[in-house]
């Protein structure tokens, strides 16, 4: 981030404001020290009398004063343009004793003089009045002016306000992106997914010509390293568009309002451009939920995301502007930033599997000198769990090892020596887990897709994988719904639990222990059983009656209310409590049994798993066949 407003100099401008109150008192003090040293201020009468008995030797006038002086002797410095202020001048003229009064026209005071001989000679005070209102008022004046300029200049505020949000060295467009598709290797569904993006951006009217509906924000989810920020830069190159690419991080910034300025710069500059791409990386850093933090929010979080919101809903996407934006934490977002017309596509970007990596390993090797007995092959069977950016290292580690060993080409012993050293480090992250690890994920992760294959009016099983996913799960089993379900089944509810429990039931078969690795799974269980008997009325005790619980209206989205009291005696709760209990517990009998009498087929899924790493429906539905079942 380059211009970031300075923190203010405290020491410095304290200082300057020290120095300038110093200032001003002693000009004051030396004013009035100097002014009423020797002057009185006497009424015109005394004036007079003091003239009669000749006292006052010499007479000064001016508009609005008479000054008189003992001395005969005309001070030289009274003609001069007085500096410093007017008041100086009168005492520079006085180090006698003097007499002021007030001027009156009194004709008798000039016969007087003329009569005692006194020398009176009139002092045009004008221009010194002027230039002593000058001196004495506005001087200060402009003085506070400036140096309070100067101050606010520093703590960037002020005059510099205006020109905050035009944050010229942060927001560049990038034209020419030179990066497509093939340089982007095992991420094959998000791929897919960002085809229709890549075409859209190209001819935008294709799709409102028809009046289609076209995506405003896609979010990429995905593990570090796993290549969003080349995806989006793909998509930028494919379709030949300006990218403009911002980290959440950079929004973020110690001024309240500053953020959200440069949302709006960002997005202003961006429908100047369209088409073309707005990349957010690292969303969560600005669109973190705002209801996790009641106890001291940070406004300026707030309001940069509320004005990323106003943006979003605001533009025109018609002309082919697309916001694109990354995050490895989707759990955190604001859920508002998932709504319908925002971010209400995500496309997740995994960790590479065998294929993948071996892909990823290839376009990243094809400007190193190979040698011929290298193996990407081997090379991928042993970076299980290795993200696409791990992948380059190896191959960038590789090649230095081969240099430093005076190698022409890498080798395959320079790739394992590579390996070796990020496993180590990989490791302390949980990202790559050891053969036993793996093999009691492969288990538990077969045991939920063997039950759903076979629990009638299950969701077919979609995807199993053993790669970690990086938020929490280690391995899943992905379930596609055949269609949207408006009522479900007490059966199917039954069914979902089933699944549910299959994975823990599996560990427990082939290995007769059971593991931490379904916690999440049993959360889910609990909540549906739960809600069977709360909600839909299914308990034997409490059929067809609602157990609910009222709010005080105060939760917002997502959030517990505080005030949630239940509509229900203790009793009841506590027979929900044993009910759930109950129902976990015979579900889960039930479906070790069911698996039990598949082992061949749980060992024959689990050994398929292990070597591919992820299975897709077609895959899996042929395993589950040739068992001939
Ligand atoms: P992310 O944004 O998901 O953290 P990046 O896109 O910044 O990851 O990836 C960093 C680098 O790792 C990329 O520049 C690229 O060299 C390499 N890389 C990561 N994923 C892939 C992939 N799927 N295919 C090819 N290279 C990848
Ligand atoms: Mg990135
Ligand atoms: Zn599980």
Known sequence: ???????????????????????????????????????????????????????????????????????EKKAESAQKIPFPPINLLKSESAPEAVYRTVAINDPELLKLMDEKNISYYAVSRQSGAILGVILNMVLPIALIVIIGRILMKRAGLGGGMLSVGQN?????????????????????????????????????????????????????????????????????????????????????????????????????????????????????????????????GNDEREQTLNQLLVEMDGFDNTRGLIILAATNRPDVLDPALLRPGRFDRQVLVDRPDLSGREAILTIHSKLVKLSPRVDLAAVARSTSGFSGADLANIVNEAALLAVRGGRVLVDQKDFFEAIEKTVAGLQKKSRVMSDEVRRVIAVHETGHALAA?????????????????????????????????????????????????????????????????????LTKVTDIARKMITDYGMSGRYKNTALTQRGGGMSGESMPDPFMHREYSEAAQQYIDEEVARIAASRYEYVK?????????????????????????????EVVQSDGV
Do not use: H
Request: with cysteine.
């Open 1 to 71: 981030m380059a211009d970031k407003p300075k923190k203010p100099g405290f020491t410095g401008w304290k200082f300057t404001l020290i120095y300038l109150v110093v200032f001003l008192a002693v000009m004051s003090g030396v004013n009035m020290f100097l002014a009423g040293k020797n002057t009185s201020s006497i009424d015109f009468s005394e004036f007079k009398n003091k003239i009669k008995s000749g006292e006052i030797k010499r007479v000064e006038l001016t508009e609005s004063t008479f000054t008189g002086y003992i001395s």
């Open 168 to 296: 010229k060295a942060v927001i560049i467009a990038e034209g020419d992106v030179a990066t497509r598709f093939s340089d982007v290797a095992g991420v094959d569904e998000a791929k897919e997914e960002l085809v229709e993006v890549v075409d859209f951006l190209k001819s935008p009217q294709k799709y409102t010509a028809i009046g289609g509906k076209i995506p405003r924000g896609v979010l990429l989810v995905g593990p570090p390293g796993t290549g969003k920020t080349l995806l989006a830069r793909a998509v930028a190159g494919e379709a030949s568009v300006s990218f403009f690419r911002m980290s959440g991080a950079d929004f973020v910034e110690m001024f309240v309002g500053v953020g959200a300025a440069r949302v709006r710069d960002l997005f202003k500059q961006a429908r100047d451009k369209a088409p073309c791409i707005i990349f957010i990386d690292e969303l969560d850093a600005i669109g973190k939920s705002r209801i996790n933090n009641i106890a001291g």
């Open 453 to 521: 294959a076979f629990t009638p009016n299950s969701d077919p099983v979609q995807k199993i994988s053993i790669i970690p996913r990086g938020f929490g799960a280690l391995g899943y089993t992905l379930q596609m719904p055949v269609e949207d379900r408006y009522i479900v089944t007490e059966e199917e509810l039954l069914g979902k639990i089933d699944v549910l429990l299959a994975g823990r039931a599996a560990e427990e078969i082939v290995f007769g222990q059971i593991s931490t690795g379904a916690a999440n799974d």
């Open 593 to 621: 049994t069911l698996l039990g009498g598949k082992r061949r087929l749980l060992n024959k899924v689990t050994a398929l798993l292990m070597e591919k790493e992820t299975l897709d429906e077609k895959e899996f539905k």
